[in-house]
């Protein structure tokens, strides 16, 4: 901000009118800043950090929320509506979902009449499982004249119906209508009126009155709906139009689109793309920004006010405009208010029209706003105050742009200010719902409904008035709505039915349990847990946050720089590194070795773009490049170990330690700084241990197991590392974590504490790469003697939980044969994970949807699909406050919530609110992707990663009484907003019984169960051979009867 | 001597035929309505990709063997009438036998590529149906012996091309630089076409009448200087084009908008560099004039320059790669005009296959930038940009220069584009008036756009 506010003071002084600009200033700051919170959020993509889409939106109920967000981003708040019906065709939605959902909405009301002896449930329900085409009048006069609209009626009518309405229009015709004919009801022609009449005369004029008996069925289903289409007509003709709820037009440029005009931010984004690129840029380019340092606004006016720039016709004058901010050292806010008063917009205006300026090139606008917030995140971040800096620019580019588009393609030469006022002028007022296109829905609705014309035709003027306003208000958001909670519900009513009845089962706690194991919670080790649990029943699992509570800078022995590990939300405050063992000469050749090879990969990579030593590479070595062409691409499994076979060889991985013990006192990340004192490690020890419950029982091996994911080719890899440690590897903390509770004196302590560990145990680290499914283990070489021996049968196990884990997981990849092997599905998934063209090497948190926190007795031998996170805790360890539970819950409920909104969101609308298909992606900046040669920069989660999910709202279930997690929420601001406004929905398990109980606005309610019953199957294999989609939960009885 | 004939006339047609059944039977069926199904796409590209591939390396084994340097295939006339006749015809020798090859092989590696990359996306049948046409167009340039078979590969190769940029026709941007590239292409084409004419008027369109009968790269241009002339400025022209020489390279970066290996193939190894192809399969006649030969140093080396500079400022990987590739086409055009034409061959086939690689690489490169920084224990060191003495004004200027990308487009805009465009309205505006007048009406009437009323719909 410093050189922007000096800028701004001299010019305070100077100006006669000193206090009301500087008053001005300050509300355009003000302003930004508002509508900067509407912003991506998303930081630098080496670093992916799920996170709720619509944070920002998170004070407001959910629906309100994304249908709110939908109107302001232009994005989709739900699936489209043909999703959902073609859901509803397959079954995944039901009927009586649909309708216990309705029921829900609308209480008393549903039962309420609509027309007749419809009900307001009937009409919706009609509305909701057959398609009401809308259009303007152009698309429905080709519809009408093109299809068979109105000659058969539409095949979804139940044929009752069909029946009955051809059948009750020639009753009334032959009755009332024909020529000569008596009309039976006096009081229905004295409402209708004579003009209603005569058309009717006239239709049955056109199709032969004198042949009127000789009608054909064709002839008589013509008529009928002609007749219907009549009616509807006259009945909708005279009512009140409803107010324009489409979005508004705000900026100038939307004005002019909206009138004909080509799309201004075309020519404002050729500039600005490139120059926030560049600006932004954190080394991809090989000449920097000249002037960057002095800031956004300043470094642009600078560079394109110099003369001889090109010759494009709409920036003619530009560069004189700069010249002058820069003379007359008119500073960003003072050019925003200038560039505000020249578009004619008034400080009413303000708050809507910067933000829709701001939104215009939001993925760029987002990531100046996030490196001037966390300038920790970048290696060149941005100054302060950029976002400001860059509304002025984008405001002056709007205005050359807007005014040459007007005046070339509007013949529009006049003032900015007036622009707006002349379109809306000089254009007809926008659409409001057309007679043709309201008459068309109750003629859509009508033969599916049973309404006859006749039936209509008695409708009163202010019952029509009703019915289209029932009709109107059941819109199309509405009932996306809808079937999203009816989509919903069937997965949770599926849900707590498992988890009742697979809890109605006697089943025991192992003995003596071989082997404990503590994973992350993520729901990607759901299944290698089940597997490992079938594979020997005398394991027992954990789950507890990937970060094991050991928050640290890490940096590996051959990494450059130290990264946090640890879920976003903490700051470490601790610095550990990795540290090669052996004499110091062979340290240092090592290092030599990489920096020698790192220096000349980088000439490579620099040179190979200039012009002699490219010329070198390309033209020398350039036909070499077909052998890793051809084998990366083409044997992507041999290629990877090949490489990994050249590296050992050439850089042969040392043996390591963790360096992490401290002695200075304060921590740093210097030499002798470097770790934790024994109290912070005993601290950390403690938290986990209490946390899962694991304390007492103990087995001989403990086994810690972090996870992390390897992928070729992909910019998105980091969202599919583990979360709980920032989008980074977690295997350092599950490493670090054994090596804390193997030290001696932590165990000492830890006694003295309550906490007492038999010196027989041993705990071993590991990391779990969830692409390939293999895991490294960390420091074998110092197990002790016995152990080493019972470890190499725990390895052993684990292998082969690793190659069932990687079947389960091939079921989901269309390249791979439902028949695999587990064997095969391991090398299956090993390919995967090296092939540069593979663009779904894992699929990520994809399908995510549960949140279960309680002892995993409660779930173990429930077949969940890869859908949980499962986060340890034993309710019978927790004191009455349940402190425990709400740090648990704290930790893991927003970092869940977040990952399966992210979901949620890219989901529903992967153009919008996700960055679409991965196919095109163009990294940038290294900070993130375009669409292509120049585009926005894209986040959320690409099109390849949210293929599969189903976008439901996480359900949490927490193994505990009611009213203490209510407790709970009440005192956690974080969880009260997103458990009361239904961002997640709450259940508890009871710890006792296998009742449950769901929270709904604000109380808990007993959950009563629609199943008694589970399927059972003798293996996980067994219950997912030959399935791609989802499945159903189900119990696995091989672990039962081991248990 | 007469088993190279025998190995020719067997194995030969192959090298063509191979692409020719992957487009029909990719191709017709989609047409019908009944698309292949990915697994069927993946095993049909392999088998003709791999046939091909065969089918070129034994000619060119047989070729060594025999130490023949130039063998014909004849297919015919196309067209015959008196006087004049197009004519089909292929030929195998040093030049057309390596770019085959090359073709074959980056296809193939690019369609083994693309058909696990492009799994499940909506367009893929549409992908391949192009990357067939392409390849279809690639093989019959490369070995094409008239200027007709050449111009058909060039087309294809053209309108495949065009179609790839626009794969993502959703959205606007892809089409619009779709539309730009169509248009430089359409130029470079209209300039080939021309040549051809000239080239028949002259002498039929057969390469060895323009060349000589001596094998590639020698050859003896029979052809006055005035004729030759005109035709190498022609092919000059249509190589620019198509190889985004000046001042047409503001196609180049614009062209990666479809998917990763269509960029790959099209824009870093092969189409950018069929410009350059063209001018080695002419460079006999360049070689007779030295004033052309002299033209195309200047005019590559111009190229390569700008490139670099340009690419010194790009901040997305796939524009700073393309301008890279840009760098080393202007260098092999400088090559052919110095008269190297095997430097220019080699050079060619490496750059081919280098940036083919760095382009499928590209998504890795956060990864790789992180293993460089690893390997170094440092950040990786930023350079200060070019011409560090220079003053800071000067460099400011260039910077911005480079960064709006030469002007290159701009100027094509105000100097071709709009001069153009002004000039077709003022001929519609004459037409106009014209038939206005003679139809007796004043102006001419605008249809009405009124909305359709109720009565019209019943």
Known sequence: MAPAQSRQKVEGIASPRESSREAIWKELAHVIEHAAHQLPAQGPIPVFIHHNTLHAFEDLPFTEAVEQASRLYGCEPYWTEERYRSELLRGRIRLADLEAVIFEDLGERANEKVVDRCSRLDLRLAMLQHPLRLGTPEELSWYVMETDALREIREEAPDAHRNRLIAETRRWVMRDLRPGASPSRKGAEGEDGPAWRTKMTDLIERFGSSTIEEWSEETWEAFTLQALWQVCLDGVGDLPATPDDSTPLIRHRDWLRWAGAPDADVLVHSVLIPFCAAFLDQGLSSWPLPNREEGFYASFCKLYAQPLGPPVSWRRGLAEELRRHMEERVGPLESIRQSLEDLGVEPAEWDEYLSATLLALRGWAGMLWFLENRPDRAVHPVPPGSLKEYVAVRFILDRWAVRWVAREHHGYGGPLAGLRDQLRATNPSRSVPSIASRAFQVFQLAPILGWTPEQLSRLSRREWHNLVGEIEAFHGVERRRLFHLAYERRFYTQVLDAITCHNRRERSRPSLPRCQALFCIDEREESLRRHVEEVASDVQTFGIAGFFFVPMYYRGWSDAHFVPLCPIVLKPKNWVVEQLQGDEQTQTRLQRKRQVWGRVTHQIHVGSRTFALGAIVSGLLGVSAVVPLIFQTLFPRWAGSIRGLLGRWFLRPPATRLQLERRAPSAGPHEGHIGFDVDEMTEMAERVLRDTGLTAGWARIVVILGHGSTSANNPHKSAYDCGACGGAEGGPNARALAQILNDPRVRERLAGRGLPIPPTTWFVGGMHNTASDTITWFDEEHLPSPIATEFEEIRQLFEQALARNAQERCRRFETASLTITPEEARKHVESRAEDLAQVRTELGHATNAILIVGRRERTRGLFLDRRAFLNSYDPTQDDAEGTILSRILQAALPVCAGINLEYYFSCVDNVGYGCGSKLPHNITSLLGVMDGAASDLRTGLPWQMIEIHEPVRLLCLVETEPAKLLRIIDRQPVLARLVRHGWVQLATLDPRSPALSIYRNGEFRPYIPTKDQLPTAPSSAAWYRGWRDHLEFATIAADLSGG | ?458
């Not at chain 2, 025998?6 to 047409?31: D, Q």
């Not at chain 2, 087309?155 to 630089?177: D, H, K, T």
């Open chain 2, 1 to 458: 001597m007469s088993e190279t004939k025998i190995v020719l006339s067997t194995i030969g047609p192959l090298v063509i035929l191979a692409p020719i059944v992957f487009v029909s039977s990719l191709g017709i069926p989609s047409l019908l309505g009944r698309k292949l199904g990915e697994r069927a796409t993946g095993r049909l590209s392999f088998v003709t990709v791999t046939t091909g591939l065969i089918a070129a390396v034994t000619v060119l084994v047989g070729m060594l063997l025999d130490g023949t340097r130039h063998g014909v295939m004849e297919f015919g006339e196309w067209v015959a009438i008196p006087g004049y006749h197009f004519h089909l015809q292929i030929v195998f020798d040093r030049l057309s036998i390596p770019f085959a090859i090359l073709t074959y092989l980056l296809c193939g590696v690019i369609s083994a590529f693309a058909f696990r990359y492009l799994h499940r996306e909506p367009g893929f049948n549409r992908f391949f149906v192009f990357f067939a046409i392409f390849m279809l167009g690639m093989v019959s340039a490369s070995l094409a012996g008239t200027i007709e078979t050449l111009f058909v590969g060039w087309e294809l190769v053209g309108l495949s091309s065009v179609m790839l940029v626009a794969f993502f026709q959703e959205r606007p941007a892809p089409v619009r630089n779709a539309l730009r590239l169509w248009v430089v292409y359409r130029w470079s084409d209209a300039a080939l076409l021309l040549a051809a004419i000239v080239l028949h008027h002259r002498s039929g369109g057969e390469f060895h009448a323009l060349l000589g009968d001596r094998p590639w790269p020698e050859g003896h241009p029979s052809v006055s200087a005035a004729w030759g002339g005109s035709v190498a400025l022609l092919l000059i022209i249509a190589a620019a084009g198509k190889s985004a020489l000046l001042p047409f390279s503001g196609w180049l970066p614009r062209a990666m908008e479809g998917p990763t290996p269509s960029s790959a193939i099209f824009y870093g190894a092969l189409s950018v560099h069929l410009g350059a192809f063209l001018l080695l399969r002419v460079s006999p006649l360049l070689d007779s004039l030295p004033v052309f030969a002299a033209l195309l140093v200047v005019w590559g080396l111009a190229t390569a320059i700008h490139a670099a500079l340009m690419a010194r400022v790009q901040t997305d990987v796939k524009s700073a790669l393309s301008f890279a590739s840009l760098v080393q086409v202007g260098l092999i055009v400088a090559e052919i005009g110095l008269g190297f034409p095997y430097l220019a061959l080699v050079h060619l086939l490496g750059n081919a296959c280098f940036r083919t690689l760095q382009f499928l690489r590209a998504p890795s490169l956060l990864q790789d930038f992180r293993r460089l920084e690893n390997a170094m224990g440092e950040r990786l060191p930023r350079p200060d940009g070019p011409f560090p003495q220079a003053s800071f004004g000067f460099r400011l200027w260039l910077y911005r220069w480079a960064l709006e990308r030469g002007y290159l487009d701009a100027l094509l805009q105000t100097l071709i584009v709009e001069p153009f465009l002004a000039g077709v309205r003022t001929f519609d505006s004459w037409e106009r008036r014209w038939t206005a007048f003679l139809s007796g009406r004043t102006a001419p009437t605008q249809p009405t756009t009124a909305a359709p009323e109720i009565e019209d719909i019943v």
